[in-house]
Each structure stands twice: as structure tokens, then as C-alpha cells.
């Protein structure tokens, strides 16, 4: 097998694909070397094995308002490859997509497996790139300052330029298991140390882990600390056997992590939050009207789940569910009613890397030219998707940073001159 290659890509996921294939498309001799025994694992689970490909936000300045810390680095690479080339890029390759809820956009056979297909098509139509499998990368070669090309298990592979695509931290049984920023570190890039971001949240509440699978919708919660709501989400919230989860939640991640750092913290659900404290009183107390002479955990049946009603009547008093509705005192009615719109719980942290969907951390991007995803270091080295640092929010805005980022690299590292 040839060893020298025009560019060498580092990691066969969503961003070193895309990389890849257009600058083999743009003819230069490409070499993919990816760890794992098939190109795109992670891709082939995201969005639930359904790929949230995209956020269908055309303009780029709408588009970028959800990366408020890295915006300014970001409209160079968009004016570039946005989210209609996106569009363009699938659905002229026979993957049409369809836009759900919040703009987050999945091919129309809501299969990721097919999101990778096409990719993986990409990589492979124009003859140019030799995608080397079960080979990892375990060292760069630098030469008088100058990088040269890779150790892997497979051998040494020398490049005239190399695109790093290893990703970050999350979900790391799909491979992306750090040591590529480690090796950037290596060769004198800063690395932000990762941290699990989108992730589900942890609490020591057996009450919250016995409702595990019960989503609840329209709700809203409230992150508390010290008496002071710090933050607010509202949509779905899904309970999970050591916490909680649902795409606010996972959201609301990176904002917890830093709130933790401050000290305990308390989530706050309100299940009724477009009845303020008097009108959800007066709902109950027309819905104890028509059932007086049921059991109280027998008539709140029409206004939550089973197990949920359960939950809260056990904490506002352990047997308060047998009673019969027209024995509920006033204040146990009111303490009810506090208790619908301040379910409370303490949170204990973000689920690790392996529960996350984005790890934040990775290399600084003070030290990425974003014209070209060229690092400020190495002018033949260039960076993509997740291994750099760049905090965003779950629906579908990762995907598009690869899918933008990697064909810039794969553009610019084919056409740059020898
Ligand atoms: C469960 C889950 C669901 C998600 N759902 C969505 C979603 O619906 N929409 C969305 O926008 N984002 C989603 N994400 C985030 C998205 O998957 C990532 O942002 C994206 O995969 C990053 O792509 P990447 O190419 O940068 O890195 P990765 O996909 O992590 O790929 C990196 C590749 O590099 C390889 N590699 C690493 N080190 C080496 C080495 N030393 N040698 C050789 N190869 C190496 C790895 O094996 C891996 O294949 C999800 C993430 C998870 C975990």
C-alpha cells in the first residue's frame, strides 16, 4: 500500500468524512484512517438512530445566535457551507429531509444508517481517498517543527497535509476516546479540558428515579440556588432511573455544571405553569367538587399520570391518597396545590461522557484560522467538528458544524498550494 498521500484525515466520523470526500472530489489523493471497523458510528446513533441532520435556520445570523460564546468565529465557515448547501448537499444525493418541532431537521426515512450511506458514498465516488479501518493513529510525526504524517497500528503514513477529526469526548464506546486532542496538545495547541455538556441530569431522589420512563410536557423548570431561581427551561422533561433527561434538560447541562461549581442546587418542576397559584387551586377545588366522595389519589387520575399523582401525594403526606376527596383539609388542598407547581429536587450533577451528547472542551479557537479550519500553529494542519472548542446547543447545530467545517478544510487543504 502507498504510505505518502496529499492529505492524511484523521477520524471517520460525520466531520472527517465530509473533509475527505471533497477533497478527494476536488482530486487530491486523500488517506481516511479511522479506528473503528466501519466509518461514522457515532453518526449512526445520533437523534435516536434518526439523525437531527441539521437546524433548518437559513440565516446564518438567526443560525449562529445559538453559539453566543463563538459567533464571531463562526460567519467566515458559514458564508462558506450554511445550512441550504446543507440541504443541497443530501437531498441532491437522494436523501430528502424533513423539518420537525423547532426547526430540527431528519431524512425523511428517519434512518441515521442512511445519513451515513450517502457519506460514506461521498468518501468512496471519486476514486481518490483510501480509507484505512482498525487503524489508530497513535503519534504525529513532526520534523524540524514541520508535521509529516501519523504512527498508527498500521504503519506510518506521511501527508503533505492532515485534517483531525477524532471529535471529543462524548459517547466514547464510538471511539472518539480524547487522545486526538491529547496528540494536539502534544504538538503545542491548547486544549480546554472536556467536560460532559449535553447531558442528562443526576439526583440522589428515590422518589425521581422510581418514575423512570413517565414524561411529562408543557412544563416548566426551574433551577434554584441559595432561594434565587438561576435558571429556567420549558418543554419536556423525561424521568430516568437516576434523574432526569429530555432535550430542555439536556440543554440546561452546561448551565447546571457551572451553577454546581457554586454549591447545591435544586430542580423545580411546575406541572401547571399556565395556572398561576389561585387558578390551579380553584381547578382542584372544582374537580374535588365533582368527586367528593372518591379516594383523593382516585380523582387527580384526569390531571396527571398514575404513577406521577402517586409520587406527589405520597410526599405531601404518605397515606393522603387513600382519603376521601370531601376529608382533605384546606391546607392539605393548598399544600397540594404548591406542590404541583414546586416539585422539588436536589441536583447532583451531569451523567459522564458516556451518557453526553457533546462534550465541550478541545482546542481553543483563538488558535483556528476559520477561513480555512487551519490551525494558527500548523499552517498544513487543519481542525474540524467536534475537537475544537465549541459550546452549542442540542438540535441538530453539531451535525451542521461538521458538515460546514469539514468541507471548508477538505476545500481549502486540496486547493492550497504544494
Ligand atoms: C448519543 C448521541 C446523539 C447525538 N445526536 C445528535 C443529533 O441528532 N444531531 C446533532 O447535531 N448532533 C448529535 N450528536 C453530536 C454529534 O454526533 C457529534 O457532534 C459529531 O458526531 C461529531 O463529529 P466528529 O466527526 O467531530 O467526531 P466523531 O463523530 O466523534 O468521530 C470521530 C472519529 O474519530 C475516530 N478516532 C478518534 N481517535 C482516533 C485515533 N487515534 N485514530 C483513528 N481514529 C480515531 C473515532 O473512532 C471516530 O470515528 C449526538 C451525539 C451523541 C453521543
Wanted: proline share 4%.
Amino acid at each position: 500500500m502507498n504510505h505518502t498521500f496529499d492529505i492524511l484525515v484523521i477520524g471517520g466520523g460525520p466531520a472527517g468524512m465530509m473533509a475527505a470526500g471533497r477533497a478527494g472530489h476536488l482530486g487530491a489523493r486523500v488517506l481516511l484512517v479511522e479506528k473503528n471497523n466501519r466509518l461514522g458510528k457515532k453518526l449512526s446513533i445520533t437523534g435516536g438512530r434518526r439523525c437531527n441532520i441539521t437546524n433548518a435556520e437559513p440565516d446564518n445570523r438567526l443560525f449562529l445566535e445559538n453559539f453566543p460564546e463563538s459567533k464571531q468565529f463562526l460567519f467566515s465557515p458559514f458564508s462558506q457551507f450554511n445550512v441550504e448547501d446543507t440541504f443541497t448537499f443530501f437531498e441532491s444525493r437522494g436523501l430528502p429531509l424533513v423539518v420537525e418541532a423547532q426547526k430540527r431537521t431528519f431524512p425523511k426515512s428517519q434512518k441515521a444508517e442512511d445519513v451515513c450511506r450517502v457519506l460514506s458514498d461521498y468518501v468512496y465516488v471519486s476514486g481518490n481517498v483510501t480509507v484505512q479501518l482498525n487503524a489508530a493513529v497513535r503519534s504525529l510525526i513532526v520534523t524540524d517543527g514541520i508535521l509529516q504524517g501519523l504512527e498508527t497500528s498500521k504503519g506510518a503514513f506521511y501527508g503533505k497535509r492532515l485534517i483531525f477529526a477524532t471529535g471529543g469526548l462524548a459517547a466514547p464506546e464510538t471511539g472518539s476516546t480524547g487522545e486526538g486532542l491529547s496528540m494536539l496538545g502534544s504538538i503545542g495547541h491548547t486544549i480546554k479540558q472536556p467536560d460532559p455538556n449535553l447531558a442528562p441530569l443526576r439526583t440522589t431522589a428515590k422518589w425521581v428515579h422510581a418514575l423512570s420512563g413517565i414524561s411529562v410536557d408543557n412544563i416548566t423548570l426551574r433551577f434554584v440556588q441559595n432561594g434565587k431561581t438561576q435558571h429556567k427551561a420549558h418543554g419536556r422533561l423525561l424521568f430516568t432511573h437516576f434523574g432526569i433527561s429530555g432535550p430542555m434538560v439536556i440543554n440546561s447541562a452546561h448551565t447546571v455544571r457551572k451553577l454546581l461549581t457554586g454549591g447545591a442546587l435544586t430542580a423545580s418542576i411546575d406541572l401547571f405553569p399556565d395556572l398561576d397559584l389561585k387558578q390551579l387551586d380553584t381547578h382542584l377545588q372544582e374537580l374535588f367538587g365533582q368527586q367528593k366522595n372518591k379516594q383523593l389519589k382516585t380523582a387527580l387520575k384526569d390531571m396527571l399520570q398514575k404513577k406521577l399523582s402517586d409520587a406527589i401525594l405520597h410526599i405531601l403526606e404518605p397515606s393522603i391518597g387513600e382519603i376521601a376527596v370531601h376529608s382533605v383539609t384546606k391546607e392539605q388542598r393548598k399544600g397540594l396545590v404548591h406542590l404541583l407547581k414546586n416539585l422539588s429536587f436536589p441536583i447532583t450533577g451531569t451523567m459522564g461522557f458516556a451518557w453526553s451528547i457533546v462534550a465541550d472542551g478541545g482546542v481553543t479557537p483563538k488558535e483556528v484560522d476559520f477561513k480555512s479550519m487551519t490551525s494558527k500553529l500548523y499552517p498544513n494542519l487543519y481542525l474540524v467538528g467536534d475537537t475544537i472548542d465549541i459550546n452549542r446547543p442540542s438540535g441538530g447545530f453539531s451535525l451542521q458544524l461538521c458538515w460546514t467545517t469539514g468541507f471548508i478544510a477538505g476545500t481549502h487543504a486540496a486547493q492550497s498550494p504544494a
